[in-house]
């Protein structure tokens, strides 16, 4: 079985998160969801969530196509992929917080042997958090 795992914080969950969600859990048979922790939104943008992690992490169990959602620690967000162990990490296309070669080095500590893949966008002039939050 083929595990996936997408990050984010998914505050107000839109078209383009599903479409990005979506498009991850084609890329295998079992799709997992990191859902940032309030705090980490806070240190990593500078600003709080408008939605509460556990409100968060409930729209995104919601949807029928994921298989498992969880949140992130609070000290090391990437813990979860000690546990999980992903086959591929798919990050959305505009996620800026994550840098890939800085993932790829955390992937080597922990030997993890994944493939980091980047979403497609889906029309981005409409379906951005930045822009639906104003």
Known sequence: MKKVMAFGA??????????????????GDYLIVL????QNIAKIKGKKAVHNELFRLEQIVKLDFVDEAVLGDKEDYL???DEYKPDILCLGYDQKTIDENKLKEELKKRNINAEIIRAKPFKENIYKSSILKK
């Open 10 to 27: 998914f505050d107000i969950l839109h078209k383009g998160h599903e479409h990005y969600l979506k498009e991850a859990k084609n890329y």
């Open 79 to 81: 813990k979860a992929l």
């Open 35 to 38: 859902v940032a922790r309030d």
